[in-house]
Each structure stands twice: as structure tokens, then as C-alpha cells.
Nanobody, 121 residues
Framework: QVQLVESGGGLAQPGGSLRLSCAASGFIFSSYAMSWARQAPGEGLEWVAGIYSAGGDTRYADSVKGRFTISRDNTNDTVYLQMNTLKPEDTALYYC??????????????WGQGTQVTVSS
């Protein structure tokens, strides 16, 4: 079965950086687009970034554009989210999600359990 396991969350200071990882298994990783989404306390789910199956094309939410970078390693079935210039409003539970297509459709059929990111001084 599909498994997505996030790691790398934690506490960061404003202006700092964190790198999230999502290890995937149970499906042909290189055939599907992947995304990151987040949910802040008391808020709805927000899509953050997506990457095509081959890794050559990416998309970002306006709130993170220029600060976050999504990437993937199809050899090791892992997707990453490099987060720079972190802000307190980036505080959220971050989820890795498997797309239903090779392109970024935002139609997700599997989710990880999430990793907490807290940005505070």
C-alpha cells in the first residue's frame, strides 16, 4: 500500500531555514506528481507546492514563492521541501501528498501523517 512518511519538521527562528523530506513507497514514485500542503492551527488546508513526476516543472502558492523550493529524487523515492526565510505565519502541520496524475492536478489520493513546523523566536 502507499506510504508517505514526512520528516524534518521542528522549531525554527524567523528568517531561518528547514528542509522537509517525504519518503514514499508502495507505488511507482516516478510516475506521479507530488505536492506539499499545510494546515495552520484553526485554518483550512493550504496547498504549498507541487512538482511534476519527472521533476522538471514546479508550482508554488503565492505565499511561499521565492522562499520555498520543492524537489524530488526519483532514484530514492523522496520529495523535499526546502524552506528559507521562514516567517511565523509558516507555522503549520506540513503534509506530503501523492497526486493522481503525472502532472500537478491537485487531485490527491494519498497523504502522509504530517510533520510540524513552528517558526518562533
Amino acid at each position: 500500500q502507499v506510504q508517505l512518511v514526512e520528516s524534518g519538521g521542528g522549531l525554527a527562528q524567523p528568517g531561518g531555514s528547514l528542509r522537509l523530506s517525504c519518503a514514499a513507497s508502495g507505488f511507482i514514485f516516478s510516475s506521479y506528481a507530488m505536492s506539499w500542503a499545510r494546515q495552520a492551527p484553526g485554518e483550512g488546508l493550504e496547498w504549498v507546492a507541487g512538482i511534476y513526476s519527472a521533476g522538471g516543472d514546479t508550482r508554488y502558492a503565492d505565499s511561499v514563492k521565492g522562499r520555498f523550493t520543492i524537489s524530488r529524487d526519483n532514484t530514492n523515492d523522496t520529495v523535499y521541501l526546502q524552506m528559507n526565510t521562514l516567517k511565523p505565519e509558516d507555522t503549520a502541520l506540513y503534509y506530503c501528498a501523492k497526486d493522481s496524475h503525472f502532472y500537478i492536478s491537485r487531485s490527491f489520493d494519498s497523504w502522509g501523517q504530517g510533520t510540524q513546523v513552528t517558526v518562533s523566536s
